[in-house]
C-alpha cells in the first residue's frame, strides 16, 4: 500500500529568497498542529511511520516535502542522488556558518496558516538531521511554541566553526534567546553521533535550561526513524502534550 494513501495531499505557496515557491504537503489527523521537517534523502516510509505516531496520538500532522524521493524506504542511493541536488539548491545552506536556511520563511508561512486554521497555543515543529535546525528557525515565528531539533546536522561540521553552527542568521539566533524563556526547545541526539557537531553545546550556552537536552546512548543517528528509539518518541510526545494541549 502506498505509504500515503490515507494522508490528503495539497500545496503550500509562500516566498523563499524573494521568489514565490510551491512544496507538497500531506496532512491527516485532528487535534493540535505539528509540522514534521523530513531528513535526507526525502519522505521516506519511516518519515510518515512517525507522521502516524503522531496522529495515533491526537495532532493534526503536515508533511511538507522539500526535497527527494517520497513514499520509499531509506537507501544509501536516495541519499547520494538528493544530496548533489541539495548543494546547488537556493532554498538550503549546506556549509554556511552564520546565515538561515532560506527554506525557513516558506516553512514559517505554513505554521502561521495551520495556528490561524486550528488556533490554540501554537503549532509543533520538528526537524530531523539535515533539516534539524529549521524548527529553531521556525521558532522565530510566534506560531511556533514546540520546536524539536532532532540529530541536526547542517552546516555539515567540517571544523570547529560549522560544528557549533545553528544554521541561524544573528537576528534569528537573537529571536531563539529572547523566544526560549517562554518556549522551550527539545533537542534528542545519539550521544556518540558526530554528524551534531557541539550545536547542543551551543544551545545550551544560548538559553540554558531552557534547551531540553535529550541525549541517547551509543552510536545511532535518526532518533524518530531509521534508528527510532522509544525514549526519543515518548519526549517528543511528552514535549508536545505540554506545549500544544491548552
Given at each position: 500500500?502506498?505509504?500515503?494513501?490515507?494522508?490528503?495531499?495539497?500545496?503550500?505557496?509562500?516566498?523563499?529568497?524573494?521568489?514565490?515557491?510551491?512544496?507538497?504537503?500531506?496532512?491527516?489527523?485532528?487535534?493540535?498542529?505539528?509540522?514534521?521537517?523530513?531528513?535526507?534523502?526525502?519522505?521516506?516510509?519511516?518519515?510518515?511511520?512517525?507522521?502516524?505516531?503522531?496522529?495515533?496520538?491526537?495532532?493534526?500532522?503536515?508533511?511538507?516535502?522539500?526535497?527527494?524521493?517520497?513514499?520509499?524506504?531509506?537507501?544509501?542511493?536516495?541519499?547520494?542522488?538528493?544530496?548533489?541536488?541539495?548543494?546547488?539548491?537556493?532554498?538550503?545552506?549546506?556549509?554556511?556558518?552564520?546565515?538561515?536556511?532560506?527554506?525557513?520563511?516558506?516553512?514559517?508561512?505554513?505554521?502561521?496558516?495551520?495556528?490561524?486554521?486550528?488556533?490554540?497555543?501554537?503549532?509543533?515543529?520538528?526537524?530531523?538531521?539535515?533539516?534539524?535546525?529549521?524548527?529553531?528557525?521556525?521558532?522565530?515565528?510566534?506560531?511556533?511554541?514546540?520546536?524539536?531539533?532532532?540529530?541536526?546536522?547542517?552546516?555539515?561540521?567540517?571544523?570547529?566553526?560549522?560544528?557549533?553552527?545553528?544554521?541561524?542568521?544573528?537576528?534569528?539566533?537573537e529571536a531563539v534567546r529572547r523566544r526560549a524563556s517562554g518556549c522551550q526547545v527539545l533537542g534528542i541526539r545519539y550521544a556518540a553521533d558526530p554528524a551534531v557537531g557541539t550545536r547542543f553545546d551551543t544551545l545550551t550556552s544560548l538559553i540554558g535550561d531552557d534547551f531540553v537536552r535529550v541525549e541517547l546512548p551509543g552510536k545511532g543517528h535518526s532518533t524518530v526513524t531509521e534508528q527510532?528509539?522509544?525514549?526519543?518518541?515518548?519526549?517528543?510526545?511528552?514535549?508536545?502534550?505540554?506545549?500544544?494541549?491548552?
Amino acid at each position: 500500500m502506498d505509504a500515503l494513501e490515507t494522508w490528503t495531499r495539497s500545496e503550500h505557496t509562500a516566498d523563499v529568497d524573494g521568489s514565490p515557491t510551491t512544496h507538497p504537503v500531506w496532512r491527516k489527523g485532528s487535534g493540535p498542529g505539528v509540522v514534521v521537517v523530513h531528513e535526507v534523502p526525502g519522505l521516506t516510509t519511516g518519515v510518515i511511520a512517525f507522521g502516524e505516531e503522531l496522529v495515533e496520538a491526537g495532532y493534526t500532522v503536515l508533511l511538507p516535502h522539500l526535497f527527494g524521493p517520497v513514499g520509499r524506504p531509506f537507501g544509501g542511493g536516495d541519499v547520494l542522488r538528493t544530496l548533489p541536488r541539495l548543494c546547488v539548491s537556493r532554498e538550503f545552506t549546506m556549509l554556511a556558518t552564520g546565515v538561515t536556511t532560506p527554506v525557513a520563511g516558506w516553512l514559517r508561512s505554513l505554521a502561521r496558516e495551520l495556528h490561524a486554521e486550528l488556533g490554540g497555543p501554537g503549532v509543533g515543529a520538528l526537524g530531523m538531521c539535515f533539516t534539524g535546525g529549521f524548527a529553531l528557525a521556525m521558532m522565530v515565528d510566534e506560531s511556533v511554541v514546540a520546536p524539536v531539533v532532532c540529530q541536526p546536522s547542517v552546516p555539515f561540521p567540517v571544523g570547529g566553526r560549522r560544528a557549533a553552527d545553528l544554521n541561524l542568521s544573528p537576528a534569528d539566533t537573537e529571536a531563539v534567546r529572547r523566544r526560549a524563556s517562554g518556549c522551550q526547545v527539545l533537542g534528542i541526539r545519539y550521544a556518540a553521533d558526530p554528524a551534531v557537531g557541539t550545536r547542543f553545546d551551543t544551545l545550551t550556552s544560548l538559553i540554558g535550561d531552557d534547551f531540553v537536552r535529550v541525549e541517547l546512548p551509543g552510536k545511532g543517528h535518526s532518533t524518530v526513524t531509521e534508528q527510532r528509539s522509544q525514549v526519543a518518541v515518548d519526549a517528543v510526545l511528552e514535549f508536545f502534550g505540554e506545549r500544544l494541549r491548552a
